[in-house]
């Protein structure tokens, strides 16, 4: 009898997780074409794109002569394009939500064209850890950094990641108050292509409710895929590829407290290495993260000491991706690794990484909100003002800097 029970038990738990009776696979299929009138739909005599790469964050796909493609999927994965180098986004839609359980979803991704020169010459920038709240005149010390970043004219933006104050340690009611603060009365200063980069304390709840039961359907990642869309992806600009990773793994701190590390999952990599193949390997490639990779302050200030357990019991240092040698020394091999950018430490540093494989710049770009707000973000003797990179690109050069937008925290005024 304990036997029978044992058995039923394991098979409602397949039955009602899917496993043994899998979801149905949803076909996926639309179209990419340039919207010349700006409409948001296909039109006779719009050009449609061919190899435009689609991907719902698993499956990679490229679009026919025609501008079409078609993928198998599931409810609740989102599915994006890849922008292609001469185009960019309607309104930053590069993604759609799949909500369907069943049948066969239509999704169209419409684009308009960039303004090129000949030159491969253009402006972009890194503005990482906003931390819009309801705190110490957040809201207007961003809406001052975008004015001064719009001024630059820069061909896009990339956000680093730690967008809101916080959703790790707080209530799901005010944790969305923040996203909403940011995405309804900030995010529309930004007048160019805008992409963001999860952080860590763009997570909800892991803190604040470790083991909720039930688990609320915002929990985790979910609340900002809800406002932002996929949690890792690619773009192109003119002859570079971009990298967008999500590098925030639940893990727990020495006495057993949920916590976060730095890691890039499989299920990435493994997409990124499709993503790749879509690319030409002397195409430039600019990988993004929150949490840095290669850095110097971890080292300098003792940040490695800082350290977290992972799920399979290893002990690694907390405030670094982990898996590096995976993402660059095996992954990026062979191809034109250029350029990182990370956030997280709320300070500014350059390192130039020349080997026999890459020729290339790890940067931490500073923050837009210095010490949460307060000033300068200061670690033992040094201090960084709040600001945002300005990275100018000349052909396969790539030339960053750091830009204080003179704002004075609370306790500079």
């Known amino acids: ?41 296909y039109d006779p005599g719009e050009s449609p794109l061919q190899n435009a790469v689609v991907s719902d964050g698993d499956v990679v796909t490229i679009t026919g002569a025609a501008g079409t493609y078609s993928l198998k999927t599931k409810a609740g994965r989102i599915v994006f394009i890849s922008v292609p180098g001469t185009h960019h986004a309607a309104g930053n839609k590069f993604y759609r939500r799949v909500d369907d359980l069943s049948g066969t979803a239509g999704i169209d991704f419409p684009l308009v064209k960039n303004r090129l020169n000949a030159e491969k010459r253009f402006t ?14 957040a809201d207007k010390g961003t809406a ?17 990641g730690d967008i809101i104050l916080d959703a790790l340690r707080t209530d799901q009611g005010l944790a969305q108050k923040q996203y909403e603060l940011y995405l309804n009365e900030l995010a529309p200063l930004i007048h160019a292509p805008f992409y963001h980069t999860i952080g860590n304390h763009d997570v909800f709840g892991w803190i604040s409710m470790p083991n909720p039961r039930p688990v609320p359907p915002l929990y985790g990642k979910k609340m900002y895929e809800a406002y932002f869309g996929p949690r890792y992806y ?21 006495n057993g407290e949920i916590s976060y590390f730095g890691f890039v999952d499989h299920a990435q990599l493994n997409w990124l290495r499709k993503d790749l193949k879509h690319i030409d390997r002397s195409q430039p490639v600019v990988i993004v993260t929150h949490i840095p990779t290669v850095n110097a302050l971890a080292s300098v200030y003792g940040l490695k000491r800082e350290l977290a357990v992972t799920p399979a019991g290893d002990t690694v240092p907390k405030h670094q991706i982990m898996n590096f040698a995976e993402l660059f020394g095996e992954i990026l091999r062979g191809y034109n690794f250029k350029l990182a ?5 709320h300070t500014y540093e350059m390192i130039h990484w020349k080997t026999n494989l890459y020729d290339a710049l790890f940067v931490v770009g500073g923050s837009v909100c210095g010490e949460w707000w307060k000033g300068d973000h200061a670690i033992g003797y040094e201090s960084w003002p709040e600001g945002y990179t300005l990275i100018e690109v000349d052909g396969e050069r790539f030339m960053p800097s750091h830009i204080s937008y003179g704002w004075k925290g609370e306790n500079e005024r």
Do not use: Q, W
């Not at 001052?144 to 896009?156: C, D, L, Q, T, V």
């Not at 690619?234 to 020495?254: E, I, M, P």
């Not at 950018?341 to 430490?345: F, N």
């Open 144 to 160: 001052k950094a975008f004015a001064s970043i719009m001024e630059r004219h820069p061909a896009f933006v990339i956000h680093g």
């Open 234 to 254: 690619s773009f192109n600009y003119d002859h570079c590829h971009f990298v967008v990773l999500d590098s925030v793994a639940r893990g727990k701190l020495l």
């Open 341 to 345: 950018l990370a956030g997280h430490y």
């Open 124 to 137: 972009f920038v890194f503005a990482s850890d906003t931390h819009v709240g309801f705190i110490r005149d």
């Open 1 to 41: 009898m304990r036997k029978f029970r044992v058995v039923l038990t394991a098979f409602l738990i397949l039955f009602l997780s899917g496993l043994f009776f899998p979801v149905a696979a949803l076909d996926v299929s639309g179209k990419v074409f340039e919207d010349a009138n700006g409409n948001h739909a």
